[in-house]
């Protein structure tokens, strides 16, 4: 069986300055999620983090990545462009894009989604969030039952300058009464990307098993299929054409 190469990317910048992110996510937020799809039979991972040369994202590592994910909050602008413009070709010839929580403001899903700044309304409040499935035939909302709850995260809310997901398959409620677009499934050339909310660095999001398996689906999901080599071709036709 071909495995699935995932690369998880985090800015690891948190866990480096706040000893409270560090108690929860020792080896990082990368480390974390590295560490339950690592053990999926079907899933071969590594991990990158801003500060590497290339922010760990060399071509080598590119053109051998199926499926990305992408933890970054307070240094979004300091993803050089040249690395966007990389990850962005690669997600348009077929490599999965997974964006997490505060990646809703990096510069990669501005450059995908096309919009003016793809903000939302936010408080750091320690709210319950319930994200509704509302998708429930999905491919990622498997075993997840009808919700996912989280006693403590960040709050987002509408309005989220998105454009309409091609399927949505999460919708949050927050107990201040706001709701949010929480899981949002995107196709951009050939490559399949996936927005979900949950993950504010103080809180330990990322150990919940449920946030867990929406991440291995999502792995899945995202996953390049190998068997189309897409070709755009002028004056040829399956069929013989009389003359
Ligand atoms: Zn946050």
Redesign the pocket.
């Known amino acids: 069986m071909k495995k699935i190469n995932v690369t998880v990317w985090n800015e690891y910048r948190h866990e480096k300055k706040d000893k409270a992110v560090a108690d929860i996510y020792p080896n990082g937020i990368h480390g974390c999620i590295a560490d339950f799809l690592g053990i999926q039979d079907d899933i071969e991972v590594r991990t990158a983090t801003l500060d590497e040369p290339e922010h760990g994202l060399t071509d080598e590592v590119l053109d051998s990545t199926d499926v990305l994910i992408w933890w970054g909050?307070m240094a979004h602008g300091e993803v050089k462009d040249e690395i966007v413009e990389k990850v962005h070709k690669r997600v348009l010839n077929g490599m999965g894009l997974i964006l997490l929580?505060?990646a809703h403001a990096s510069k990669i899903f501005h450059k995908l989604m096309g919009t003016r700044t793809l903000d939302l309304r936010w408080r750091e409040s320690g709210d319950k969030e319930r994200l509704w499935v509302i998708e429930p035939s999905h491919p990622i909302v498997q075993g997840i039952g009808e919700y996912i709850e989280i006693e403590h995260e960040?709050t987002y809310g509408e309005h989220f300058e998105i454009p309409a997901p091609d399927e949505l398959v999460f919708i949050s409620w927050f107990t201040g009464g706001e709701v949010f677009r929480s899981g949002c499934c995107y196709k951009r050339g050939a490559g399949k990307i996936f927005y979900f909310k949950p993950g504010?660095?103080t809180f330990p999001i990322y150990h919940m098993e449920k946030v867990q398996r929406v991440i291995i689906n999502a792995v899945r999901w995202a996953a390049p299929l190998a068997n189309l080599p897409i070709r755009f071709t002028n004056g040829h036709t399956p069929e013989r054409l009389e003359k």
């Open positions: 909050h929580h505060s960040e504010h660095e």
